[in-house]
């Protein structure tokens, strides 16, 4: 919640006044003020560019996996369950693995994909 303050000698001001003493609101006194508190960059924020690596040296459980999503292209996990016969559990803890490697993402629709 945000408040504007008003003069402190006006009666129809002591709602925000007390609003903002209280911190029940924040003073406001700018626009610039609330694009602060909600953290609102109006600047273009540029992703820094990861450089994909060419040659990926994964151990073997997850080398068959990122290979088999270079064969099936956004591939859903029940597939991918079912094509490399692995558990549920053991086949979402090595996508994890290459999600945080940088190597794969995952897409709406427990979809799977090569970055």
Not at 18 to 37: C, G, H, M, P, V
């Amino acid at each position: 919640m945000f408040a504007v303050p008003g003069r402190l000698s006006d009666e129809r001001s002591e709602g925000c006044n007390f609003l903002i003493k209280t911190n029940k609101a924040a003073l406001i006194e700018s626009a610039q003020d609330i694009r602060y508190l909600l953290n609102w960059d109006l600047e273009q924020v540029t992703k820094k560019a990861i450089q994909k690596k060419l040659f990926i040296e994964l151990p073997d459980d997850q080398r068959v996996v990122f290979e088999a999503l270079q064969n099936h292209p956004e591939a859903i996990v029940d597939e991918l369950c079912e094509l490399l016969k692995l558990p549920l559990s053991k086949l979402s803890a090595i996508l994890l693995q290459l999600e945080i490697a940088g190597i794969v993402e995952v897409l709406p629709g427990k979809r799977w994909r090569i970055l």
